[in-house]
């Protein structure tokens, strides 16, 4: 596995790796209902890709497949983290906040958390 940093031609594989990790992933801690309601497969991705070129973001990439994902803006920020449902459990999310957290070195680490993510979260020592 590389993390490397994002490039815009990724903008697209990110997406479809969100959709499919929250309605995967977050399946047994929300409903379906709440599931569409928070993504419904209509990301604009010009404006991802603005908000990616505007913040740090890598990407983990294994056999040229993106697995995972992560931005963080200068503040300290953790805007979204996200691991593709097949690769869960293997420490990619950490080694992507590792590459994030030094980007905004020093700076405290303030995300807003899903359910799914915040056992994760709280053993990484970020805020939620």
């Not at 309601?37 to 990439?61: I, K, P």
């Not at 953790?78 to 420490?91: C, T």
């Amino acid at each position: 596995m590389i993390i490397r940093r994002y490039h815009p031609s990724d903008c697209e594989e990110i997406a479809e790796l969100f959709y499919q990790t929250v309605h995967v992933v977050n399946a047994g801690d929300y409903t379906k209902e709440q599931l569409d309601a928070w993504v419904a497969g209509d990301v604009d991705l010009e404006e991802w890709n603005q908000s990616f070129l505007e913040h740090f973001t890598v990407v983990a990439v294994e056999q040229d497949r993106i697995v995972g994902f992560g931005d963080i803006d200068n503040s300290g920020y953790l805007d979204r983290l996200y691991v593709h449902s097949d690769f869960q459990n293997q420490g990619i999310a950490s080694v992507i906040c590792d590459a994030l957290e030094k980007a905004v070195d020093g700076k405290k680490l303030v995300t807003h958390a899903s359910i799914t993510a915040k056992n994760f979260l709280s053993t990484e020592g970020t805020k939620q």
